[in-house]
C-alpha cells in the first residue's frame, strides 16, 4: 500500500485510510458489530492500512472505543486521529477530552489531534446546548496553547484541524500554531477544496486527509439518490426537504448528481473499472491529498474499497470525470460546508 507523507511529519499514511464513524453504532450510521470491526482492523492492517480516524464525538465515544478495542496487541502498527469538538476547546475542556479519548482508545497516546471544526459560535452550537459556551467561545490563542502543552507531555504527537478554511487558517499561523494536517471533504460530488483550500495547505506544507470519499454511500453504487436516508441527505448536495435536520435550506443539486452518476457508471463500465475503486481512484489521483479515509462496515465493504488504493486513473478518464462533475462543483460553489448556507459556512 503507498504510503504519503502528512505534511512535513514524520507520519507516513496510507493512502486508503480507515474511516471509523460507524464503529460502536448509533443513530447516525445504525448498527455496527464489534466484530465486523475487528475484522475491518486487522486485515486493513495486514494489507498495509495505518491510518484510523475517529472523533470523540463519534457515537458519544463509542467509536473510540470500538476502535481501541480492536487495535489491542496491535496500537503500534496504527497511526490513530482523533478529534475534540470545539465546545471542548475550553483549556480544562481540552485536556479532559484528551484523556477521556486516550482512556477509551486505550492508548497512552494520540498521533493526530484534531479540532473537528473551527472554534466559533456557528460551530459550537451544533455540539453544545450550553448557552454561555456559544455566546463566549473559546479563546483558539488557549486552545492552542494547550494542545502544545499536552503535545510536550506526549499525550498528542501532531495537532490537526479539520473543516478550517483559509482565513481560519491564517489566523492560526499569524498565532505560530504548528498544524500537520487539514481534514476535509473530498469526493466527485464534493470539490470545493480544489477551490483555495488544497493549494494553501500545500503552500504551507500541510497534509490534506480526504473524508467522506463515497460522499455517504451515494458513490458506492448501491444506492441512486432518491434512496439515500435523510440522516445522509441533509447536505448541500440535496433538497432541503430531504434531510433529516437538514439546516443549510438549499435546492440540492440532485439532477445534477443523477446525470453526473450515469455517466460516470458509463466510464467506470467502459474502462473495466468497479466504481468504488474508481471514486476512491479519482480522490488519490490529487496528488494534494494524503489520504483517503473511507468508512467500511464489513470485511467485504474492506475488500472492495481496498482495490481504490491500486488504481491509476489514466488522464484522459480523469478529465473525463472531472467533467462529468464539474457542473455540480460551480453549483455548489467554493464552500466545503456542506451543512450550512453558504452564508451561515462555518468554514471562512
Ligand atoms: N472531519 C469530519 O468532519 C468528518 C466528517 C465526516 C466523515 N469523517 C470521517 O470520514 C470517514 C468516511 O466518511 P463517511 O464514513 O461519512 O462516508 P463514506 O466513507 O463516503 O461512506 C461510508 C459508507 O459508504 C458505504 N460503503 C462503504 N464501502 C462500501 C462498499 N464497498 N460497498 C457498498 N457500500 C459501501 C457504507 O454505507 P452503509 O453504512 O449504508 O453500508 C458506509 O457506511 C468517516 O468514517 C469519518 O472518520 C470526518
Known amino acids: 500500500m503507498e504510503k504519503r507523507r502528512l505534511g512535513k511529519s514524520d507520519l507516513y499514511l496510507s493512502t486508503i485510510g480507515m474511516g471509523c464513524w460507524q464503529y460502536g453504532g448509533g443513530n447516525y450510521w445504525g448498527d455496527q458489530?464489534?466484530?465486523d470491526v475487528d475484522q475491518i482492523v486487522h486485515e486493513a492492517l495486514d494489507?498495509?492500512?495505518n491510518y484510523f480516524d475517529t472523533a470523540e464525538i463519534y457515537n458519544d465515544g463509542k467509536s473510540e472505543e470500538s476502535l481501541g478495542a480492536a487495535l489491542k496487541g496491535r496500537r503500534s502498527k496504527a497511526i490513530v486521529g482523533t478529534k475534540v469538538t470545539p465546545a471542548n476547546?475550553?483549556?480544562d475542556d481540552l485536556r479532559q477530552s484528551c484523556e477521556e479519548s486516550l482512556k477509551r482508545l486505550q492508548t497512552d497516546y494520540i498521533d493526530l489531534y484534531m479540532v473537528h471544526w473551527p472554534v466559533n459560535a456557528l460551530s459550537i452550537q451544533h455540539f453544545t446546548e450550553d448557552k454561555d459556551k456559544i455566546n463566549h467561545p473559546p479563546d483558539i490563542r488557549e486552545t492552542f496553547s494547550t494542545l502544545k502543552v499536552l503535545q510536550s507531555e506526549g499525550k498528542i504527537r501532531h495537532v490537526g484541524i479539520s473543516n478550517h478554511g483559509v482565513e481560519q487558517m491564517e489566523e492560526l499561523r499569524e498565532l505560530g500554531a504548528d498544524i500537520t494536517a487539514n481534514e476535509l471533504p473530498?469526493?466527485?460530488?464534493?470539490?470545493?477544496?480544489?477551490?483555495e483550500l488544497t493549494s494553501y495547505c500545500r503552500q504551507h506544507d500541510m497534509g490534506v486527509i480526504g473524508y467522506m470519499p463515497l460522499q455517504q454511500g451515494l458513490l458506492s453504487g448501491k444506492y441512486v439518490v432518491e434512496d439515500m436516508k435523510p440522516k445522509q441527505a441533509r447536505s448541500r448536495h440535496f433538497h432541503y426537504s430531504r434531510g433529516a435536520q437538514s439546516r443549510h435550506g438549499e435546492e440540492g443539486v440532485e439532477r445534477e448528481i443523477k446525470e453526473a452518476l450515469s455517466t460516470i457508471r458509463d466510464l467506470s463500465v467502459d474502462h473495466g473499472v468497479n466504481l468504488i475503486p474508481l471514486s476512491l481512484a479519482w480522490v488519490l489521483s490529487n496528488p494534494d491529498i494524503t489520504t483517503t479515509i473511507v468508512g467500511c462496515r464489513n470485511k467485504e465493504q474492506l475488500h472492495q474499497n481496498l482495490e481504490g488504493a491500486s488504481g491509476q486513473i489514466p488522464q484522459e478518464l480523469l478529465e473525463k470525470l472531472n467533467k462529468a462533475t464539474e457542473r455540480i462543483k460551480e453549483k455548489l460553489g467554493s464552500s466545503p460546508d456542506y451543512?450550512?448556507?453558504r452564508q451561515h459556512s462555518r468554514i471562512q
Do not use: D
Not at 469526493?187 to 477544496?193: C, D, E, Y
Open 47 to 49: 494489507y498495509g492500512v
Open 339 to 341: 451543512y450550512e448556507s
Open 186 to 195: 473530498y469526493n466527485l460530488f464534493s470539490r470545493a477544496i480544489e477551490y
Open 89 to 91: 476547546a475550553f483549556p
Open 33 to 35: 458489530s464489534q466484530n
